[in-house]
């Protein structure tokens, strides 16, 4: 079994996060989701608008994704591709070249393309009227 893992906040849930899940679950067999916690969110200057375990709930409702794990720092990376059996490390080419540290313990990284025209930070800042 190919399993894949990838990262993220995943608030205020739209299409783009969607096309996100559905292209990393075509690389493998299972996907797993490392939801940021609100602590880890908190360190990254973030706060979301649902808490984590209603973003886990959206997550788990959704047919690419096979498993949900907390996020709880950045260093997390290399212990769950261990612990996880991960084959291929999944996420947006905003982050390109800033996990190519992960090919060290045989792990495949995929930067895939942003949606276009969709962010939930740009879906905050039209919702604020800003």
Known sequence: MKKVITYGTYDLL?????????????????????????????????????????????????RYVDEVIPESTWEQKVEDAKKYGIDVFVIGDDWAGKFDFLKDVGVEVVYLPRTPQVSTTQIKYEIKGD
């Open 14 to 62: 739209h299409y783009g996060h969607i096309n996100l899940l559905r292209r990393a679950k075509e690389l493998g067999d299972y996907l797993i989701v490392a939801l940021s916690t609100d602590e880890f969110n908190e360190i990254k200057g973030k706060k979301s608008y649902f808490s984590y375990e209603k973003r886990k709930q959206m997550l788990e409702a959704i």
